[in-house]
């Protein structure tokens, strides 16, 4: 990031950055642009003076949605903590007077959807943090800390629900259900539905993934119940206890969702393979500058909920000054901040050989000796000097074979074509699709 964010003389004081949740680097790169709008021609800083409001603009709905954004999730995991209380209360009540596991596993189950709502509001409020020197991007990843509580939350509820489902089955107990305990897990399931429903939209309004799960889990509890409402009509109408075996099959549901929500979570605090889409309209937006001839070396960091930092390489024709790109990779980073929000913190900057005949066929030749294998997916950055005799490109290699085999065998394959260059080929890391 110090490679484009140097100090400003005269820059005295960056206690609060511009956006909520960025760097001071990133502030410094505003006040730097509006040096350069004060160097330009009159036309031009009237362009740079709309963009700037447009930033300034999008700054403040920034630290407004951020607000909005925890008092939502907030309000959301309220509303489900006393729902599902008020469930436990009922459910429980109707378990033990018609001693019925399903039923009291099922008001176990509830208990656990309450506390995963007391679990998001603390990494809700624990997210929203104001970055600080120690964490610099903020406290966003939290969140994912409180989705594996969560997440251990309902698996731990799973595995014991299953156990005791277990001995009863062994050691079978005769239900009594009422007109009242039917009418009242009828209720529950209606509940169910519209808590589910609700959290569900909320959490994907503002982007929460812990929000999200318990929507999602809720209207699977709805399932659940039903099935346990199933069994008690059953009994009821035929005399056939299934109590144990409804109580077994719920559990083991509930241990499923436990692990694919610890899974999930997993994946997004190990990191996991962008989107296709974001990258393409990434590469949309940036492909949209006239000097750029490709983007590559995509890679975005996620660092919470709509918290996105993202680096990448642009491919530029040789002829330009440092000064140009300097002003090229500016605007890439505005555009692509304001479209998508993303904060792109570095830009690298590949060279192209805009004006030699005999590097473009070199080119042509390196390329197709390259992509003649499959575990080569890309090949970019090719800059071919042909005075000082110099080749250097980079190569995206699957992960089919190894990096360093694959290094030897391109090495040995180029060097027959051009024994007079000397080479540098970098192997790339599948990260993304290209």
């Known amino acids: 990031m110090n490679r484009f964010f140097s100090k400003i003389p005269g820059e005295e004081r960056l206690d609060e950055p511009l956006f909520v949740g960025i760097t001071p680097s990133l502030f410094r790169w505003n006040l730097r642009m509006r040096s350069l709008i004060q160097s330009e021609e009159p036309g031009v800083a009237r362009k740079r003076e709309v963009k700037k409001t447009k930033m300034s603009e999008l700054n403040n709905d920034i630290a407004v949605l951020s607000a909005n954004r925890e008092k939502t999730i907030v309000k959301t995991s309220v509303i489900g903590i006393l729902s599902n209380l008020l469930l436990v209360g009922f459910k429980l009540f109707v378990g033990l007077v018609s001693n019925s596991i399903a039923v009291i596993l099922d008001a176990v189950n509830n208990l656990s959807d309450a506390l995963s709502s007391v679990v998001t509001i603390i990494g809700a409020k624990l997210g929203a943090k104001q970055p600080d020197k120690k964490h610099p991007l903020g406290y966003g990843r939290v969140e994912y800390l409180s989705s594996m509580i969560i997440a251990a939350l309902v698996l731990y509820a799973g595995l014991t629900s299953l156990v005791e489902s277990v001995k009863k089955i062994f050691s079978p107990e005769t239900a009594d259900y009422s007109a009242l305990s039917l009418v009242i897990i009828s209720v529950a399931i209606a509940v169910k539905i519209v808590l589910g429903l609700y959290v569900k939209r909320q959490g994907e309004r503002v982007h929460s993934g812990a929000l999200v799960a318990s929507g999602s889990d809720a209207l699977f509890d709805a399932i659940l119940s039903g099935?346990?409402?199933?069994?008690?009509?059953?009994?009821?109408?035929?005399?056939?206890?299934?109590?144990?075996?409804?109580?077994?099959?719920?559990?083991?549901?509930?241990?499923?969702?436990?692990?694919?929500?610890?899974?999930?979570?997993?994946?997004?605090?190990?990191?996991?393979r962008e989107d296709p889409e974001t990258i393409k309209a990434l590469k949309e937006i940036i492909r949209k500058e006239e000097a750029v001839l490709g983007v590559y070396d995509v890679t975005l960091f996620n660092y919470g909920p709509d918290k996105n930092y993202g680096s990448l390489h642009v491919e530029l024709p040789d002829?330009?000054?440092?000064?140009?790109?300097?002003?090229?990779?500016?605007?890439?980073?505005?555009?692509?901040?304001?479209?998508?929000?993303?904060?792109?913190?570095?830009i690298g900057v590949y060279s192209y050989n805009s004006s030699n005949d005999e590097a473009a066929q070199m080119r042509n030749a390196v390329q197709k000796t390259v992509l003649s294998h499959d575990w080569a997916l890309q090949l970019h950055g090719f800059y071919a000097d042909t005075e000082k005799k110099t080749i250097r490109f980079d190569v995206v290699v699957s992960f089919d074979i190894d990096r360093n085999e694959a290094l030897k065998i391109l090495q040995d394959e180029v060097h027959a074509l051009y024994a007079d260059y000397e080479l540098l080929i970098v192997p790339d890391v599948d990260v993304a699709d290209l």
């Open 319 to 346: 002829h330009l000054n440092v000064d140009e790109v300097d002003r090229i990779t500016r605007r890439i980073q505005s555009e692509v901040y304001e479209q998508t929000g993303i904060i792109l913190t570095g």
């Open 227 to 272: 099935s346990v409402l199933a069994s008690a009509v059953v009994y009821l109408l035929w005399g056939l206890s299934l109590e144990a075996y409804v109580g077994a099959i719920i559990a083991g549901f509930i241990v499923k969702a436990g692990l694919e929500m610890m899974i999930e979570t997993l994946n997004d605090i190990i990191g996991k």
